[in-house]
């Protein structure tokens, strides 16, 4: 999914090219987490920005340092979890984007709606 191309001066990474994709940066505050969710239509690709950040894909929580990367995949449960510092994390979403396409599990906030 990410290509690297060597030159002489150094390399560029390619996330994305030529698809349909929503790009994003989200910021988690210390302490905090987002909930776990899933999306039924669209994949996402996480970039760790910075170090300090935390993945939890299913049952498992994996630390990411700056330029680590995940691919989360569509219906797979999964969040970001700060242990302790603010950290960014650049998001690229694959497929049809909706803010509402998520189902939450687990929200420390009360935003659940396993349901859905």
């Given at each position: 999914?990410?290509?690297?191309?060597?030159?002489?001066?150094?390399?560029?990474?390619?996330?994305?090219?030529?698809?349909?994709?929503?790009?994003?940066?989200?910021?988690?505050?210390?302490?905090?987490?987002?909930?776990?969710?899933?999306?039924?239509?669209?994949?996402?690709?996480?970039?760790?920005?910075?170090?300090?950040?935390?993945?939890?894909?299913?049952?498992?929580?994996?630390?990411?340092?700056k330029?680590?990367?995940?691919?989360?995949?569509?219906?797979?449960?999964?969040?970001?979890?700060?242990?302790?510092?603010?950290?960014?994390?650049?998001?690229?979403?694959?497929?049809?984007?909706?803010?509402?396409?998520?189902?939450?599990?687990?929200?420390?906030?009360?935003r659940?709606?396993?349901?859905k």
């Amino acid at each position: 999914m990410i290509y690297e191309e060597k030159r002489p001066w150094g390399l560029f990474k390619t996330y994305a090219f030529n698809e349909k994709c929503t790009v994003k940066i989200l910021e988690v505050n210390p302490k905090q987490q987002l909930s776990l969710q899933s999306h039924k239509k669209r994949s996402e690709l996480w970039v760790a920005l910075d170090d300090g950040c935390y993945v939890q894909i299913g049952n498992k929580i994996k630390k990411l340092v700056k330029g680590d990367f995940i691919i989360i995949k569509k219906r797979q449960k999964h969040r970001l979890i700060s242990k302790g510092k603010k950290f960014r994390v650049l998001e690229i979403s694959f497929g049809k984007f909706d803010e509402h396409d998520e189902i939450r599990y687990e929200d420390i906030y009360g935003r659940t709606n396993k349901n859905k």
